[in-house]
């Protein structure tokens, strides 16, 4: 089991950073890796509690569903993995910090374990590009979104 994290300052409100990153169905759009999303159960809130994602991953395809955790929203957005097929863990935390209203500070932590085994070098590699990845896309949606509308959680 590894863990991952990674830390970036977006140029917008963490109200609106956690928007984007619980608004799951828009992830195709702009999150690199991730080819689909379904939303197997929602909350009464009608927030997504169950997800399954299909993404790229070590060459090949992926499918993994996490379960979602919005008892500290939006401050956080933290999520386990309840199934995948390459990982048996996939568990991690979106914390949105902010002391000015215009930029916030977003912390990735992500705990991986993989199903199948590879070199320990390799997945430390690749946990580091998806966190480092996962960020860098979601700052570029956030602000992309940001400078054009008003960001609303599904």
Known sequence: MENAREKMVIGATPDQCYAVAASFEEYPFWAQDIKEVVIGSRDDGGRPVEVTF???????????TLKYDYSEAPKALSWVQ??????SRLDGTYLFESDDLNQTQVTYELTVELAVPIPGFVKRRAEVRIVHAALRDLKDRVESVTTTKSVVPK
């Open 54 to 64: 299909r993404a790229g991953a070590f060459g090949r395809t992926t499918s993994y």
């Open 82 to 87: 309840i199934g995948g097929d390459i990982t």
